[in-house]
Structure formats: structure tokens, C-alpha cells
């Protein structure tokens, strides 16, 4: 089983609907991100989650909400969702080490119509 | 976080040795750099990671001088499966809170 999954994988949307994105880890990590990657770029931090009880902005955090419903799960939400909301959504986690490295999920496409 | 910069693309032949370099002048005491490899539709895997000197694991080898302001990644004898985008982070050890900025990265295609 993949350490990191997200749901769900496609997703169409129109503007103006709410959707939610779902993150899952099997790591046992306190730590969860949420990025955003547009077609020829690299990743952009949306928010990130170091304990149940810790939320924090990103780079790019307008338009989003999150939520840390247990230590293994992270949910992202587009309250209501634009056309340049349309991107390629990846779920990451990782420990505390100071040497861990983030593990990926496989990534939702989300397409705003 | 220090900032890196790399190649936007790189193109090379099957059994080709390939080598990445990455820039990252002002790159900080504490900072690690760290090299993630991403396939098309997929999260970022990471590669290796190193602070000085020379890593290599059975993936890549990652060299980086005594002034640190640069680093080498090198894959040995690649194949069309290393085809992917590769990304160069200055990854900032300490005990407090963290999180990654990936820049653009280096597209590597590899051709048959």
C-alpha cells in the first residue's frame, strides 16, 4: 500500500463550488503539506501542518482552507473554486528528523470549469 | 532559504553519464542540499541528499566542493526511465519548522 494517498486522483469542477481534496498517510509523520504545481513549474506551498493542532500558510494560501483531522489526515478545501485553480494538488508528509525527507502522494488533477 | 538555480532542460543518449549542477551562492550553514526527481502526473521522489564532499547511493552520486555554493548531480549510465523533471532544494536543517520550495528544475529527456 502507497504510504501517502490522496482523493480523489481526477476531479472536475465548475466555478463557484466547494470541493474538498483528502490526504492520507500511513508514515506515522506529524507533518503535512499541501502544494499546488502548474503545467512547467515547480511545486508551490499552499499550507502545511506540523501537529493536530498546528496550521500554517504557504506560499499561495488565498482561496484555500485546510484541515488536520487526525494526525494522519490533511484535507484541503477550495471554498469556491476559480479557473486559475485548475493545477495539479500533491500531499506530502514527513517527520521530525532533521534529515527526513518528504514523502509524495500521487496527486490530484483538478480541473475548474 | 537559499535560493538555487539549475538548467531549465538537459537532453542525453541511453548509457550516457549525466551531470546536473545546481548553483546556490548563498547557501547557509545549516542547509543540506537536497535533490528530488519528479515523473510526469507523479509527486517528487527524493534522490539523495548530502552537505560536503561526495554522496552516492544506488541511484545518483551528488558532489559538492568545499565552498558549497554548488553542487553536482550525477546518474550514471542513464535510461529512457530516467526521463523526468530533477529539482535542486537548499534544505535548511535546524529544529525549527521547515518546508520545501521547489524552483522550476532541470527536464531531463533522455533519447534511445
Known amino acids: 500500500d502507497a504510504d501517502v494517498t490522496q482523493t480523489p486522483r481526477n476531479r472536475i469542477t465548475k466555478t463557484g463550488k466547494r470541493i474538498m481534496l483528502e490526504c492520507s498517510q500511513t508514515k506515522g509523520h506529524d507533518r503535512m503539506y499541501w502544494y499546488r504545481q502548474d503545467p512547467g513549474l515547480g511545486l508551490r506551498l499552499i499550507y502545511y501542518s506540523f501537529d493536530v493542532k498546528d496550521i500554517n500558510k504557504g506560499e499561495i494560501s488565498d482561496g484555500y482552507s485546510v484541515s488536520r483531522q487526525a494526525q494522519a489526515k490533511f484535507s484541503l478545501s477550495l471554498e469556491s473554486a476559480i479557473p486559475n485553480q485548475t493545477a495539479l494538488y500533491f500531499c506530502a508528509t514527513d517527520g521530525t528528523s532533521d534529515t527526513d525527507t518528504q514523502y509524495f502522494g500521487p496527486g490530484t488533477r483538478l480541473t475548474v470549469l | 532559504l537559499a535560493k538555487t538555480t539549475q538548467p531549465i532542460s538537459m537532453d542525453s543518449y541511453e548509457g550516457q553519464e549525466v551531470n546536473i549542477t545546481c548553483s546556490h551562492n548563498?547557501?547557509?550553514?545549516?542547509?543540506?542540499i537536497t535533490w528530488y526527481q519528479q515523473f510526469p502526473s507523479q509527486g517528487p521522489r527524493f534522490i539523495i541528499q548530502?552537505?560536503?564532499t561526495k554522496v552516492t547511493n544506488e541511484v545518483a552520486s551528488l558532489f559538492i566542493p568545499a565552498d558549497r555554493k554548488s553542487s553536482t548531480l550525477s546518474l550514471p549510465r542513464v535510461s529512457l526511465s530516467d526521463t523526468a523533471v530533477y529539482y535542486c532544494?537548499?534544505?535548511?536543517?535546524?529544529?525549527?519548522?521547515?518546508?520545501?520550495?521547489f524552483g522550476s528544475g532541470t527536464r531531463l529527456q533522455v533519447q534511445p
Open positions: 532544494l537548499a534544505l535548511r536543517m535546524d529544529t525549527g519548522r521547515r518546508a520545501l520550495t
Open positions: 548530502g552537505y560536503k
Open positions: 548563498n547557501i547557509a550553514t545549516n542547509d543540506y
